[in-house]
């Protein structure tokens, strides 16, 4: 029984081995298709939806064509440097960062820094405003004589009242 226990594992291990040095084409796996298919906009959906959620025939050819390049080992960049020449930079879900796109992608980055650059000069005058109207003792002495007279005009007609 040990023989033939020795001879079945040879046979597993011998199974194993060369099931371990299969192709690159069966290596292709739905989640590495679909990291490539979600940077890329479906024209047969309008360019509303990436290749991956768009449910047309064309979208379908067109994640056949990304499934047999990467399965002849080629990289993303190089899949999607191919749709972009046949289609234009439109296919493209995320602009390449270069050039007018480089600009655009950073832009509202640039407008939320400029913003709170704004407020924060906006608040550093204010305040310098602010110390340069109370440091004057004249106007503090005019509004203590001002608050005083409003005092007695008040206790004046809160007598009146009650009279």
């Known amino acids: 029984m ?13 199974i194993v081995m ?13 989640m590495d298709v679909e990291r490539v298919t979600d940077l890329i906009m479906s024209p ?3 360019y509303m939806y990436t290749l991956t959620n768009c449910p ?19 990289s993303a960049e190089a899949i999607l440097n191919y749709f972009e020449e046949i289609y234009g ?5 995320q602009p390449k960062k270069k050039g007018f796109y480089f ?23 204010w ?3 602010g110390k340069k109207a109370g440091g004057s003792t004249k106007e503090q002495g005019e509004q203590e004589t ?11 007609e809160l007598r009146r009242f009650k009279e």
């Open 2 to 14: 040990t023989g033939r226990r020795l001879i079945g594992l040879i046979a597993v291990l011998t």
């Open 18 to 30: 060369l099931g371990g040095t299969s192709s690159r084409a069966e290596e292709i796996t739905l």
């Open 44 to 46: 047969g959906c309008n």
């Open 56 to 74: 047309s025939a064309e979208a379908e050819q067109m994640r056949e064509i990304v499934k047999d390049k990467l399965r002849n080992g080629e």
């Open 89 to 93: 930079p439109r296919v493209l879900a």
């Open 103 to 125: 600009v655009a992608w950073w832009f509202p980055y640039f407008l939320i820094f400029d913003v709170f650059l704004l407020i924060g000069l906006i608040l550093y005058v």
């Open 127 to 129: 305040q310098r405003r």
């Open 146 to 156: 001002d608050t005083a007279e409003m005092d007695s005009l008040l206790e004046e």
